[in-house]
């Protein structure tokens, strides 16, 4: 059960060197708000430093134009492009650090977790995210942009919404045995 908030704003990234998708959501009570969604359109920028440079201004343009309280980013997935990969968790790497300098909490999910949050399908097509997306917030098709990047940073921010309020284990067991010896209290004898 999604706990209710007075307010909050999550910001949700899709990390990447060529478009880094972002959206925000503004949840009042347990009723989630698209604020917006866009990119970071990093393709006139030759040289991978001058992107990293780029995204984190953006980032921190971001935040300071919206004051999220929090960010949920897709953590980058496992690919076979060595140079790729380390590319792309630079850029995420940047984003977080945009995101730690303003003081924002930061919560990584898988994209396969952020897919089955929005479509039941841990293997579901970004048209597929992007759809549901549309359907689940009343997103008007005009307001839909081209690049699919936009709604995979809002898929990121709308999975974080979805946890709030979900309990976490404090305590980790290896077995039902732990579980008695850690919980002894919940035992009926």
């Known amino acids: 059960m999604i706990q209710p908030v007075k307010e909050k704003i999550i910001l949700g990234i899709d990390p990447g060197t060529t478009i880094m998708g972002y959206g925000l959501l503004k949840v009042v009570g347990t009723k989630p ?53 380390l590319k792309l968790g630079r850029a995420q790497g940047v984003a977080m650090a945009a995101a730690l300098s303003r003081d924002i909490p930061i919560t990584e999910y898988a994209p396969l977790k952020i897919k089955m949050a929005i479509t039941g399908n841990g293997q ?17 098709e005009s307001e839909m942009l081209p690049f699919m990047d936009a ?7 709308y999975c974080h919404y979805l946890q709030m309020g979900r309990p976490t284990l404090a305590k980790e067991y290896s077995g039902w045995k732990d579980f008695i010896n850690k919980n002894p209290d919940k035992i009926k004898r």
């Open 33 to 85: 708000q698209v604020i917006t969604m866009g990119v970071i359109d990093l393709r006139k920028y030759g040289d991978h430093y001058l992107k990293l440079r780029r995204i984190f201004e953006r980032v921190i343009g971001i935040i300071e134009a919206y004051l999220p309280d929090e960010l949920a980013i897709e953590a980058p997935f496992f690919g076979k492009n060595v140079q790729s990969m």
């Open 151 to 157: 709604t995979d940073g809002l898929a990121a921010a």
């Open 124 to 140: 579901a097509s970004k048209e597929q995210v992007a759809d549901m997306l549309k359907r689940m917030l009343h997103i008007p």
